[in-house]
């Protein structure tokens, strides 16, 4: 077959919304007199440029001829940093075979030591770059035993974990490639390794990082020192014979960005990362729940470096006086006797976190156990500003909107409340150009164009959000 010579020109093609049927394959359905101009076939693999760069698979659609559009689903959307109407670059991709590719999980729970080949297989013949997300999907096995030469008499006597298995999609980051910076295609020889850490993703796409978060430079300094130094240099805590802390509460009002820290240490840190859900362990493994923690801890050891976070600490271990259930007593006690029973590597780090942290057995508040409490305080007027910034970053703003402004008038607002404030003023500019959309209208594309969030938006919306401590007090 005669090829025509290909121009390494990119072309600009509006995205429009693929149908479930032809999702997650990386399939991107091209017009097809682009697919000509570009010297493209079907099956040929393209570079994708919006605000993020991605790679997919180029189909040629007959159907779509002389529309000047590109159809992607909505992870391809997520992996280009574009959404429906915007427009993207395509150009053909110099391929390179990929020799090594080292991805990131997006759920805490999975154990994924040895389900790299079924993930590999899964994979073949996809094409990728640095940084995108993809999709696995099938039947994955959730923290197997290790090779514990134990394990056979432990199942014996029934104290081996139980393997669940789950059914569904592993979503996982591409954080590193062999060749970097090349779209590559994953073929049998890939060597696939699958980091200990995870990341959490935002609602559109991003890792969560320490840049996510406003204000709270302290502690999160704070934080780093207690949790990666023993990590990352074990030696000198044994050279000064210091034990290194094994527990940190963080405690404060809802919404000030407890969850968030944690999630973005999740992703600096290389280490395997278990929750806890403390109000949920109850209900799930009722009458089970200290067998649950106990299994929890010594997966923990037995995979360290690890870190066990403990969402809502004060729904399993309140006060003991405060309790009536003999049940809920030997939970709170089985927690001290399994923080007691961490071996001082510092390779094994508890992290809880509550909104009320009086209410907290003072057993375990003492030295040894959680022995650092830090308190996240809601913002004060600079980190408003940083944390608007935040939420407003890749939105399209009016030159009139003064975020300086806005952190003055909002005193007492914790994250979680600037964050519904940007989105009630970005809601607020699309109910402004809503009359010019025509509901059953395809392509919104003017008033795509002029949606821009003003002042005035950020005013009204000020006047439906009230802050946390208002709520809460
Ligand atoms: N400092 C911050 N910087 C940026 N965004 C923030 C910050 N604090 C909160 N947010 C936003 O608010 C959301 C909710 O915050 P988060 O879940 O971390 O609160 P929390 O302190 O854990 O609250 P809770 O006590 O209810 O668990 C975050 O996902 C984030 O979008
Ligand atoms: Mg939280």
Known sequence: MIRRKQPQVAVNLRIERLEKSRSGRSLCYIDENVMFDLGLSTGDIIEIKGRKRTTGIAVSSAADKGKGIIRLDLLQRLNAG?????????????????????LTPTRPDIDLKRQADAIKNKLIDKPVVIGDIVDVYGTFVQREEGENPMSDLMKKFQLGSRKRATLGTLRLIVENLKPPDKVVKITRDTVIKVNKKVAALNHTGDVFTYNHIGGLS??????????????????????????????????????????????????????????????????RYSGGTEGRLREIFREAEENAPSIIFIDKIDAIAPKRELLSEKVEQRVVAQLLTLMDGIQSRGDVIVIAETNRIEDIDEGLRRPGRFDHEIEIKPPDIDGRFEILKIHTRGKPLHKDVDLKLIAEKTQGFVGADLMALCKEAAMDSIRSVLPQIKLNEVHPDDALNTLIIKMEHFNSALECIKPAILRFS
């Open 82 to 102: 574009a959404t429906i109407g915007e427009n993207i670059s395509i150009l053909k991709a110099e391929v390179y075979p990929a020799i090594e590719i080292q």
């Open 218 to 283: 302290d502690e999160i300094q704070k934080i780093r020192e207690i949790v990666e130094l023993p990590l990352k240099y074990p030696e000198l805590f044994h050279r000064l014979r210091v034990k290194p802390s094994q527990g940190i509460i963080l405690y404060g009002i809802p919404g000030v960005g407890k969850t968030l820290l944690i999630k973005a240490l999740t992703h600096e840190i290389k280490a395997n990362f278990i929750t806890i859900n403390g109000p949920e362990i109850f209900s």
